[in-house]
Each structure stands twice: as C-alpha cells, then as structure tokens.
C-alpha cells in the first residue's frame, strides 16, 4: 500500500516544555488510525502539525509525496480537518458557508450545489440551509463543520475529538458519514478518547504518551475494545483514565 502521511523525526517544544519527542510515523492510503492518549499527550498538538494547522520545531511532514513546509497550499487541498474548532462563518448561512469553501477549493459552481446539497442531506440540516449559523445550537455548527471538512472530497481526513457536542442521533449520524466514505479515497486519522468506537472502526490504533507513540498495532490484532482498554491503561503514565 502507498504512503499518504509520513512523520520523520517530528518533536515540537513550547518554550522549553517539549511536548512532541521524535515521532515517526507512516500512514498509509485506506487507513482508519485512531490516536489514543491521556489529557495532555500531545494528541492535539501532533494532528495540529500533521494537518498544517502548527509548524513542528524539529522533523518533517509529508503528504502525497509535497513537504508541508514547503508546499502548504497544496497540502491543504488534500486534507478536511474536523475539531473543536468549527471554523464556520457566524453571519453567514449553512449553504454560504458551505458555498464560500467550496469556492475557496475551486471547485466548479456546477459540481458545487449538488454537493452543498449532498453534505446538507447527509448531515441532515437541510431544513436549516438558509438559517444564519449564528442561530444554530453546538451540535448543529459541529454537524455543519463536518460538511465543510468534506466539501471538497479530502484524501485524508482528521477529526480531533470528533464527537464533541453531538448527540445520541447526530453521533450516529456522523458514524453514517463517516462509513459512506470510501476507505480507498479518504483515509482517516481520529483523536479520540472512546475506546468502544475506537475498536469498532479504526484499522489501526496508536497510543501516545508523554509525546511519544509507545503503542502502534493493526486492530485486527487486538481481540475486544475490553483487550484495548487494558492496553490502553498499561501504556499511559499518568492516571487519567478515559
Ligand atoms: N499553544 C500552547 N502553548 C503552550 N503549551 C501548549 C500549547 N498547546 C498545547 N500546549 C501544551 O502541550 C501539551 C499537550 O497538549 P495537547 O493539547 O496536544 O494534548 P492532548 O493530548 O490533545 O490533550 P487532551 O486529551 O486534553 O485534548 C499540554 O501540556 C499543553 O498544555
């Protein structure tokens, strides 16, 4: 399998604090990798560097063969990132918002309302597409966030705490989104603290701690997400359990 996403060497310090120690890593095309890790890992900090998002302060990143510090523009292209932040215009209205990416993107202004149309459906705020974002609830902008992510059909896809602020039904739905994608055209890399989910439906899984991966398998390896949490907790040195 191809390589879409390899790490060398990646340490990242703020101040003097080092929080990312000399990660290497390597993802390949059609992976579902989910990131484990205690509060303060430097989960965050490391899909932050790898989306382009935060420069690291030692080491390299490459996806699809372009060097994100010398090519950010067209990295960026590649990639949809879903996080806490949503990054959605409050004035404008879920379809504009949508429309102003798409444009952003480049794609064309035929293919781009059918797919504002699509990602509204399948996010199910149709009936909310002329309302201004500023009206909508923290589920719904996060429901819209992940229509932005996808709007121009990302290769590689990041979601940091995907979860955040949905419910029973929109996390389900987003679950369906998620699914509908074709392994072989986005493949995806998840923060995340459920390990019940995680086991469901990542490929692979990493554990980070204290800025280093010290856990890297195939799930397939692993017999339950029960066999994972107690991995998961003989791997973390603090006691913030998940
Ligand atoms: N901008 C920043 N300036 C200084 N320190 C930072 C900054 N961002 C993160 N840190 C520190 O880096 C460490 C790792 O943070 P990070 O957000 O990557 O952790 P995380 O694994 O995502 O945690 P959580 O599970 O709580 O989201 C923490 O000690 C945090 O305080």
Redesign the pocket.
């Known amino acids: 399998m191809d390589s879409i996403l390899s790490l060398s060497n990646v340490s990242k310090s703020?101040?003097n604090?080092p929080?990312l120690k000399g990660i290497d890593l390597d993802i390949k095309k059609g992976e579902f990798v989910a990131i484990l890790?205690?509060?303060?890992?430097?989960?965050?900090?490391?899909v932050k560097i790898m989306s382009t998002l935060s420069s690291p302060s030692e080491g390299s990143v490459e996806i699809n063969g372009h060097y994100v510090a010398d090519d950010p523009v067209s990295v960026r292209s590649m990639i949809g990132v879903i996080s806490h932040e949503t990054h959605l215009y409050n004035d404008l209205t879920a379809e504009e918002n949508l429309r102003f990416f798409g444009k952003m993107y480049g794609i064309s202004a035929g293919d781009l309302e059918d797919r504002i149309n699509e990602l509204l459906e399948q996010v199910e705020l149709t009936g909310r597409s002329d309302d201004r974002v500023a009206t909508f609830s923290r589920g719904m902008k996060q429901r819209l966030s992940i229509a932005r992510a996808l709007i121009h059909e990302p290769q590689l896809l990041f979601l940091d705490?995907p979860y955040t602020g949905l419910d029973q039904h929109a996390s389900r739905t987003f679950e369906n989104v998620l699914r509908d994608l074709d392994p072989e055209d986005t493949t995806r890399v998840m923060?995340t603290?459920d390990i019940t989910n995680t086991f469901k439906m990542c490929s692979r899984v990493l554990i980070?701690d204290n800025g280093k991966v010290v856990f890297d398998s195939p799930m397939s390896d692993l017999s339950s997400a029960e066999d994972l949490k107690g991995i998961y907790l003989s791997h973390v040195s603090s006691h913030n359990f998940i």
């Open positions: 703020y101040g604090v929080v890790g205690s509060n303060g890992a430097g989960k965050t900090t490391l705490e923060v603290h980070l």
